[in-house]
């Protein structure tokens, strides 16, 4: 079993629409969660960055944080097509970054 | 602001062939970390590096090593390659608990 589960999708939403992205993980150890977007044949990009358990928002993203279920969310409001791309989580646990599969979304115009 | 650089962006070898990635993380950043990312997968660890010195080992072949040296660059140094290694590679570089990765290179083995 991997240390970080994600649903790969591929998740296909209209225009506008709230995007829910989510992870679960086993470790109780992992402290620091992070949400990558990545654009075919790119690099992962950093978007949210959290701590802690609760919401941070930025933008038309929110971060959602519940460690005591070990789940994490990604939502995105207002979806738009350039949204269209692969959304990694990750969280760090000691010295690594342990990274789920990855959900591919595509936002329709 | 600076971001990480990897060179070449991509890279065709052969088999059996030698290749050799380079990576120039962030200035000030401490850590830096080489993953191999296949088609549909999530990046894999391979190796990371603090402050120069090798901190972690993942799933890095035995084909394989890397470096940090005295200017904080790091290079992946990749031997007898065969038809598997072809993979998108990418650098990140860390200070705290952010993680930045860098664009990959690209590297086929025909």
């Known amino acids: 079993q991997k240390e970080v589960e994600q649903d790969p999708g591929p998740l296909s939403v209209p225009e506008g629409a709230i995007v829910s992205l989510n992870c679960t993980y086993s470790?109780?150890?992992?402290?620091?969660f992070m949400w990558y977007r990545q654009y075919s044949r790119k690099g992962p990009e950093l978007l949210m960055y959290t701590y802690s358990s609760g919401n941070k928002e930025d933008g038309r993203f929110t971060a959602q944080v519940d460690k005591s279920s070990k789940y994490i969310s990604l939502f995105i409001r207002d979806s738009q097509p350039s949204d269209s791309a692969t959304y990694l989580c990750?969280?760090?646990?000691?010295?690594?970054?342990?990274f789920g599969t990855g959900t591919s979304l595509t936002v329709i115009p | 602001a600076a971001g990480v650089i990897q060179s070449p962006r991509h890279l065709i070898k052969e088999k059996r062939e030698t290749a050799t990635l380079k990576c120039y993380p962030i200035p000030r950043h401490d850590t830096v970390y080489w993953y191999q990312q296949g088609p549909g997968q999530d990046p894999q660890f391979l190796i990371s590096f603090y402050e120069k010195m090798q901190s972690d080992k993942g799933s890095i072949p035995d084909r394989f090593s890397a470096q940090q040296f005295s200017d904080y660059h790091s290079e992946l140094n990749m031997s007898s390659l065969e038809l598997g290694d072809s993979a998108l590679y990418f650098c990140?570089?860390?200070?705290?608990?952010?993680?930045?990765f860098g664009p990959g290179t690209r590297l086929t083995v025909l």
């Open positions: 470790n109780s150890a992992f402290q620091y």
């Open positions: 990750a969280m760090r646990g000691g010295n690594q970054f342990y």
């Open positions: 990140a570089s860390s200070q705290y608990n952010e993680q930045f």
